[in-house]
């Protein structure tokens, strides 16, 4: 159901609606922002109805529960927020319910995700990166560290890879060599970096692969791309949540290396040789410990 749609059917049958409703009904259009991102008890206590009141007002508008009305209200407003109002969302929030909380919310986006990834499409991303020439990993803000961590072990697999992250000065001068015999991965999620979509378009142009890494098919990058992973990144405050992303980005890292297992392991062969010479781990040249 598009969130639009939720906006309308609330119009549509307020007059129906029972008191309680009607209260849910003025919250939520007034409040879509907060109303996005609390639970149902947390509604009900904020506009005065039992959470049973809640959860009949989704089924009232034709969801499934009220974990389902949210997500069409997260979806309407996930490239809206700005960040003032991230931390607007949780400035009614308990100290002692912080840790529960955010944990509780990741848990939950990684759960959403194993139910978005296609497993066809995933494993298609690995073949293409294990064809390519080099591979160019885009991540600009919040996403520079996943294209790092991304970047970083995939060198110990493939023979070439660019990452181009917030702290290169130029995105196209990074890019410049890019072509058809390319890879380009995006790594987006909301607010949505336009340096991103900038360097996806730029790659695309160039006859690259272009593979997203985003929250949803809607997502500016999406569109741009030959092949879309998703991973959910719904945020418990101002700070963007990319537990599950990581986790479907560790995921890509371990099918690519099961792939090339010779590789890999003649590769940290050496480098550690290197790493104990130089000592560059605590104990590395300790008999019968583990780094």
Known sequence: MESTDLLARINANFSSFSKGQRLLANYIVENYDKAAFITASRMGRT???SE???VRFAYALGYDGYPELQRSLQEMIRNRLTTVQR???TSDLEQDEVLSTVLKADIGNIRSTIESVDTAVFNSVIDDMLAVR???IVGIK???PLA???????NFILDDIMIVTSMQSDVYESMLRIGREDMCVGISFPRYSARTVDALKFAKDRGARVTAITDSMFSPIAELADSVLIARSDMASFADSL???LSLINAIIVGAGLRRK????ECLDQLESIWKSQNVYIGSNCEGRED
């Open 148 to 154: 790092q961590f991304l970047g970083y072990y995939l």
């Open 243 to 245: 537990v599950a992303p």
């Open 142 to 144: 919040s996403a520079a």
């Open 87 to 89: 931390i607007q969302l």
């Open 52 to 54: 049973s009141t809640v």
């Open 134 to 136: 080099r591979v160019y």
């Open 47 to 49: 506009v005065g109805v």
């Open 262 to 265: 010779t590789t890999v392991s």
